[in-house]
């Protein structure tokens, strides 16, 4: 049985009656006939008076009932994907602070990745200079080039998602583009999906597990639970939904967390991207049970300053900038407020390593990029834009200055992204910086943007 579920980001497929992560409706003596119409009406008298709306404050695909426990709506389900295309994205990009440069940046960024792309559909972190080729598949020939790959790390599940995840994230699946004049990388696409679905376990030990470990795991569920999520493809379906099954498989049955291994105590960086995973099954109207999503919030709370708003790696040890971004945003899709006292002050930390301000982490601008982002009004402004509103010092401008412009004798890096080893190198820096460049359209905002988020909750 399915159901429609309204929240934050528009419409949806329809899901699974048993949304993942709700609680059971309870029951009232209220539940049926006039009764019910006089409580509905008296909630919404209650939320046009604070100015709120059942989505902002429920969790992603909840809605909070005024009387406690959640309400099954019915209107339409959201369609999460939308904005990645057409007027939306247009609509997105234009209200949230992207431009014709920002745009250009990423449409470079995609090239390159085309152009690096092998045969078979993988994306290599140490040797993709081997695939470089003279145009996207299936076009063009294998020859190739100088690129420097800036890692040694041999993770070809993580630099397929990671390949994969750009191309998503700008409305590009497996289908052709419906405009010819649109580069056409849906091929490309169609062969890492399927690279990706190939290399998922079958073998009842690790069923479901894509390989590499935990951290490529998760941001290759993240991306068939997307690219399921755009095209409702039964051929991708069962592989994500095996994806986040093992997901859950992993998760550490005492602390809450994920490490690089399946059931050992978490850290936060992994915890991140296995959350990010299970919210994007739930966007797309896949399984996710809810006790897993409880089981992040136990772990969240262990890695919290006692003073509130830091996060650490793990449990224990001192807060960095990088994990307070990263559980910010876990806290944001876990549903909690953007006046929560708590989460104000995880925000006012990230703003005190502001863009341009001279660190280039780029875990931490990627995460705290999407917090920002989803707060709104002028936190966001300032962090997309710089203190002047003129794009100096912001996210956006920094991260188009930043791109590779193929000079110094390696053309092929035109496009890309210096990157580390800590990142996946150069590919690994190309796709996060990429998916910062896009976050005006990759996702709609969770809470509206008319609401005042700057003072803490009473």
Known sequence: MSIPIECAFGKSPQVPAELPGTRALPRSKWAGGNGLMIVLLGALALLALNGLTWAENAPVGKIRSMRGGWLRPT????????????AAKAKALREAG????????????????????APDGHWSLDDFQSDARTEPLPAGKRVGDNSQPMTKRK?????????????????????????AKQPDYSKGVELAIEYLMKRQSKEKADRGNFGGDMYSHGVAT??????????????????????????????????????????????????????????SGQMAGLSVPRTALKKVEKYLDACETTNKGGYSYMP?????????????????????????ASLLASVRRLETHAPGSGSDHLDFEYYATQVMYHMGGERW???????????????????????????????????????NDHVGGRLGATSLSL?????????LPLYRRDKAVDQPEK
């Open 75 to 86: 209107e339409a389900p959201p369609n999460y994907f939308e904005v990645r295309t057409g």
């Open 98 to 117: 992207g431009n014709k440069a920002s745009e250009a940046a990423v449409a470079a960024g995609l090239r390159f990745l085309a152009l690096h792309q």
């Open 155 to 179: 993770n070809d599940t993580a630099g397929t998602a990671f390949g994969l995840l750009p191309f998503l994230a700008a409305g590009i699946t497996h289908k052709p583009p419906a405009k």
């Open 222 to 279: 993240i991306a068939l639970c997307e690219a399921y999520g755009m095209t409702s493809d039964p051929r991708i379906k069962t592989a994500a939904q095996l994806g986040l099954d093992y997901i859950v498989s992993a998760q550490d049955p005492v602390g809450g967390g994920w490490r690089y291994t399946p059931r050992k105590p978490g850290d936060t960086s992994i915890t991140g991207w296995q959350l990010m995973a299970l919210k």
């Open 316 to 340: 224990g040890t001192i807060e960095t900038q990088a994990m307070t971004a990263v559980a910010a945003l876990c806290r944001q899709y876990h549903g909690v407020n953007p006046r929560n």
């Open 381 to 419: 402004t300032r962090w997309n834009l710089g203190p002047d509103g003129t794009g100096k010092r912001g996210m956006r401008d920094t991260l188009i200055a930043r791109q590779d412009k193929g000079q110094g004798g390696r053309p092929g890096q035109a496009g890309s992204f210096a990157g």
């Open 435 to 443: 998916l910062t460049l896009q976050v005006y359209y990759r996702h």
